[in-house]
């Protein structure tokens, strides 16, 4: 995998052309396998490794906290993540029945993802979802503190529409606090019309960086789902059958079976490779369970696609009413 680093928006952090998704530890990924895993991941160089106190609490019998703990344990094991920036969420549903990002929840989820961790400063704290119940206001005065006890190092957020993030901007420029600095929004070849347009020109014109998740689509883009029952077994088997109804979804597939043939890639290299081509992207977020599968999505960075290459991937993902 390519080492060009890019500067993670206005945080002052660094990271390489691909972000770890984390929210397979412990759920679809066991403990050997994910130490593996993280391991390699390490290896690269300068990683980011993204979870949220809610991975993996849909599973039977989880609570959430599964992911952080796993990476904890890792951490704990080696001794040390000076090599690797840890980011994670708060906001989700961990038992309350709502949204919630009410100061005194974010200031007790800190200290449960800490301590989970296993470290004393999280990289990057990010809000999981709006929360319509509260004030942005006093959402952000609960990251200020966070940041001023060095708890934290930078803030984000994921799952914000244009006039949400907008909010939170203009709350933080009234008031004279911390503004998010970066934008965590999905982002895909089967999922493009929320990120473009207007909330990609917010990102741009504040200088947010942006780390696009589900950048397989639940795995869809891997190409190794051609047919409803081959995702039978799958744990994402819902969404990748979405996918596989929608006739835009096998004109993508052809796509990234031509382009991936030509240049002796696999179809999930080109469908990550598309997403770090695009403008106001900092690097896409995806999950593996082997070393294997991480070794492949880790050799996006390394694929050159031409600007052929990306016309016929954005011809074959935009939908015809666009």
Known sequence: MSQNLR??????????????????????????????????????????????????????????????????????????????????????????????????HILRSVEDSLRRLGVDCIDLYQSHWFDKRTP??????????????????????????????????????????????????????MARAGFEGELRGICQREELGVIAYHGLASGFLSGKYRHPDDARDSARGDAVRQHLANPQGAAVLAALDDIAARHLARPAQVALAWIMAQPGITAPIASATSTAQLE??????????????????DAASTPPSA
């Open 7 to 104: 500067p993670l928006g206005k945080t002052g952090l660094h990271i390489g052309p691909l972000v770890l998704g984390g929210n397979v530890f412990g759920w679809t990924c066991a403990r050997r396998e994910s130490f593996a895993v993280l391991d390699a991941y390490a290896a690269l160089g300068n990683g980011l490794i993204d979870s949220a106190d809610v991975y993996s609490r849909w599973a039977p019998g989880h609570q959430g906290g599964e992911s952080e703990s796993i990476i904890g344990d890792w951490i704990r094991q080696r001794g040390h993540h000076n090599d690797v920036l840890i980011a994670t969420k708060v906001g989700s549903d961990m038992g309350l029945g709502h949204i919630c990002l009410r100061r005194e």
């Open 136 to 189: 942005p206001e006093e959402t952000l005065r609960a990251f200020q503190h966070l940041l001023e006890q060095g708890k934290v190092r930078a803030i984000g957020c994921s799952n914000h529409s244009p006039a949400q993030l907008m909010e939170s901007i203009e709350v933080a420029q009234v008031y004279g606090l911390p503004a998010y600095q970066v934008l965590q929004p999905q982002y895909n070849l």
């Open 296 to 313: 492949e999505l880790a050799g996006a960075a390394d694929l050159g696609l031409d600007a052929d290459d990306l016309a016929a991937l």
